[in-house]
């Protein structure tokens, strides 16, 4: 029982790393940027090359591979995704190009096999007499801190303001001189940052091959459909609902079917109520 | 005219290239043309794009293997049977998705498709799982033949959603795309004609995954990927989004590229790839229907 | 004369806001009836109920004895109800003529192998004739308000409800636009109900008006005496602070 509650948590904090970088390009940029399964991949990708070809010390191949993944998504949204900002459909197809084409690059270069990302901490946590997996624990610890500490940046700073502004009415903020550009590439860096961080940290325990980003991009989707698109509060209290939801099914019903529990959130919630638990009305 | 001209040199490449393999290359290109003449009708005409026309695909294809292979009926059954299907299946998923705005309407399609596949590979039992269910009769025997029997249902295909897409019915699709709400206001019952148009393009995909199962003889989860509906979109914007046959020539050019591109072993999808990235970022209104009215000195098509 | 259009105790409230508050009018068979009030006084709610593009909360409304709330939108337009919008919504990526097919195509027009005659007159009717086949994205407002008058007159309707039709003009674009819904008004024997808040423009249209102001009638009369009324100017005046012309 309690591992099932750790565990849920452990899912749950994944992929609200993962759902809140998502819903926050999203809401301030109006991107639907389905490469961020992409930086997810390359965040694990990148700390297995580092460690494994270049030796380096897994603290440094962490942080490292959490920067590179920054650039690289902070360089897509500049050279891609800016050009085509007009149509939300031409976004679409560029990102799930650019998803496709990473899936391709990570195929060529590292195989479809299955890779073992070094974990941080390598021997079980006890727990009320319970073991507990240690990666997964500091997986829950670094995706909390994580989040909290962009949560306090958005309401705390002057930069998290002009975030805010640009999110709830991107014109009144230019009028008041926030350069636009410059906070997507911020929160777009930001953004594929958390992605990346959700796949150092969760690459020893959750397979690591290149199809990775789909199950990842899809699971983060229904979250931040579920807790509506946008809103970081709703994502983070959909990642729990939906990781829960994944783990009770995991553990008591049939693992094969977790993968079918974000899908059917998804169309639920577009049918239900396609605004999610916390996000603006959509109805056409 | 100029379409002739090419029906003509489809019908006459086969034969001429004498090849069993590239025969079949032919054939994917032509059912491939079928899918993306399909998405073009619905998506290109009101502007909702359709992410998931997979589901139709698919569900057209397992419909053929269930028919076929599971059931033993005659071949010739799944036809019929692959239209109604994957027409229940775009009104299923056209009810509650339609009314939804323009991405949320890409994503709900997105995720009827994923959801379809999870499905195909988890009820294992019915569908085989991620092996899929094989022997399938050939609806033709000989591949030449198959091949002009796809064509002919090719053009029969692009014939008709033309015709459509001309008529009355196209222009309120149009209309919906230009402005949904004032279309409301000029009494039209916009719910109706984007439903039942949703279940034409589904009839059609539908009928090309019939085809597609028929000919590769088994059905595999993979008729249900994203990667096919993206393709399929892929080829409507080269062809030139609201061409009916633009979007069937690009369905062909693409697949040729993709066969073409076999010589580079495990970089062919990732070419592949780049190469409809440049197409996307710098062709936003297709290569085909811009190029042939270049070609043809500037007249409208 | 008969009552063509019966409204009663019309409400409508957004989370906390009564927008529209208990409106009750009738409008009978070719009247030309105006609505008047500042920014925000609930015209074009009342519209949008009026129109099915929003759903009531209380009150009734029926044309010619038939209740046309709690109905959609293209249903209420082949009861015979047709619109325009304030801000013009023309068909993007269509010409002038395509435009007004699409209004042909509604059952209630019942078009049909007449559809290019009918589509002529119209056109001509709203003087786009000669510009039958331009893309819309190139028209001048003036033109752009013409074309969806007659986009809505291709419904065949009994009841046209105008909003602000002359906002946005030019000085040299409003008279001919007055000019053309007294004609279609004397020729076609339509009722007309019109949105506007410019004064001059009113007075040469309506035989009727009704002020509103917070969602609420506050006064109907004639044009003349509306506008003197006390509570109609202290409506406009107290939003002048406002900056609300």
């Known amino acids: 029982m309690l591992t099932v509650l750790i565990y849920g948590a452990v899912t749950s904090a994944i992929l609200a790393m993962l759902a809140v970088g998502f819903t926050l390009i999203f809401g301030v940029a109006r991107i639907l940027n389905l490469a961020h399964g992409a930086f997810y991949a390359l965040g694990a990708y990148c700390t297995y090359s580092l460690t494994a070809t270049y030796k380096v010390p897994l603290i440094v191949a962490a942080l490292a591979s959490v920067a590179l993944v920054a650039l690289f998504g902070m360089a897509m949204e500049r050279v891609l995704v800016r050009p085509q900002r007009q149509s939300s459909l031409a976004v679409l197809m560029i990102t799930l190009m650019v998803a496709l084409t990473v899936e391709q690059v990570l195929f060529v270069v590292f195989g479809s096999q299955s890779k073992n990302v070094p974990a941080f901490i390598n021997f079980p946590v006890y727990l009320h007499g319970v073991s507990l997996d240690g990666q997964r624990l500091l997986a829950l610890a670094v995706a909390v801190c994580l989040i909290g500490a962009l949560w306090l940046f958005i309401q705390r700073t002057r930069l998290g303001s002009a975030i805010l502004a640009i999110s709830q009415d991107p014109e009144a903020a230019q009028y008041m001189g926030i350069p636009a550009n410059r906070i997507f590439s911020l929160v777009m860096g930001l953004s594929a940052a958390l992605a990346g961080a959700a796949g150092v940290i969760a690459g020893p325990f959750l397979s690591v091959r290149p199809t990775m980003d789909q199950t990842a991009m899809i699971t983060a989707f229904s979250v931040v459909i579920v807790g509506g698109l946008g809103s970081i509060p709703g994502s983070i209290l959909a990642a729990l609902i939906i990781g829960y939801s994944e783990t009770f099914v995991a553990f008591y019903l049939n693992p094969e079917w977790t993968g079918t529990v974000s899908l059917v959130a998804i169309l639920l919630t577009l049918v239900l109520r396609p605004a999610g638990l916390m996000g603006r009305a959509v109805g056409a | 005219m100029g379409g002739a001209v090419l029906v003509g040199l489809l019908a006459a490449a086969p034969p001429l290239l004498h090849n069993q393999y590239f025969t079949g290359v032919f054939i994917v290109c032509a059912i491939e043309a079928i899918w993306a003449a399909s998405w073009n009708f619905f998506s290109g005409l009101t502007g909702r794009e359709n992410f998931g026309t997979a589901l139709f695909i698919g569900g057209g294809a397992y419909t053929a293997a269930f028919f076929n292979s599971t059931f033993g009926l005659n071949a010739w059954w799944s036809i019929p049977g692959g239209i109604v299907v994957a027409v229940v299946l775009g009104l299923v998923v056209g009810f509650p998705t339609l009314r939804l705005k323009g991405p949320y309407f890409a994503l709900a399609t997105l995720a009827s498709a994923a959801i379809m596949q999870q499905v195909a590979i988890n009820l294992w039992q019915y569908t085989g799982g991620s092996e899929g269910i094989y022997g399938l009769d050939r609806l033709v025997d000989s591949s030449l033949g198959y091949y002009y029997f796809v064509l002919a249902v090719l053009l029969a295909t692009v014939l008709v959603l033309s015709l459509i897409a001309h008529s009355r019915w196209g222009t309120i699709l149009r209309a919906i795309k230009g402005d949904e709400t004032a279309c409301q206001a000029a009494g039209i019952n916009v719910t109706v004609y984007k439903i039942a148009s949703l279940a034409l393009s589904a009839a059609f995909a539908g009928l090309g995954g019939v085809l597609f199962a028929h000919y590769q003889q088994a059905v595999t989860p993979d008729d249900f990927d994203v990667f096919l509906s993206i393709s399929v979109i892929i080829m409507a914007y080269v062809g030139g989004i609201g061409s009916i046959w633009g979007a069937a020539v690009g369905g062909i050019l693409l697949n040729l590229m993709l066969e073409l591109l076999r010589g580079m072993g495990e970089y062919r999808l990732l070419v592949y790839y780049l190469i409809l990235m440049v197409v996307l970022f710098f062709m936003r209104s297709g290569v085909v229907v811009p190029l042939w009215r270049r070609l043809s000195g500037g007249r409208s098509a | ?245």
């Not at chain 3, 009342?46 to 293209?74: C, K, Q, V, W, Y």
């Not at chain 3, 013009?88 to 005659?117: D, S």
């Open chain 3, 1 to 245: 004369m008969s009552a063509l259009l019966e409204v009663e105790g019309l409400t409508k409230r957004f989370s906390g806001v009564t927008a529209v508050k208990d409106v009750s009018f009738t409008l009978a068979a070719g009247e030309i009836t105006g609505v008047l009030g500042p920014n925000g006084a609930g015209k074009t709610t009342l519209f949008n109920l009026l129109t099915g593009f929003l759903p009531s909360d209380h009150g009734a409304a029926r044309l010619e004895g038939r209740s046309i709330l709690r109905a959609a939108p293209h249903t209420i337009v082949n009861l015979g109800v047709a619109r325009t919008f304030q801000l013009c919504r023309p068909f993007h990526g269509m010409t002038v003529r395509e435009n007004v097919v699409v209004g042909c195509l509604a059952p209630r027009a019942q078009i049909g192998a007449g559809l290019e005659q009918r589509v002529s007159d119209i056109l001509e009717e709203v003087g786009l004739a000669h510009k039958s086949e331009q893309p819309v994205d190139i028209l001048p407002y003036g033109d752009l308000r013409r074309l969806e008058i007659g986009r809505a007159l291709a419904t065949r309707p009994k009841l046209l409800l105008l909003d602000e039709p002359f906002a946005g003009l030019g000085a040299g674009e409003i008279e001919p636009l007055v000019q053309l819904i007294h004609r279609l008004h004397d020729t076609q024997g339509l009722t007309i109900l019109i949105i506007e808040h410019k004064l001059r423009e009113f007075m040469q249209l309506v035989s009727r008006v009704i002020a509103m102001d917070f969602g609420e009638i506050i006064a109907i009369g004639e044009p003349a005496d509306i506008v003197r009324n006390p509570l109609v100017i202290e409506s406009y005046i107290g939003k002048a602070d406002h900056g609300v012309a």
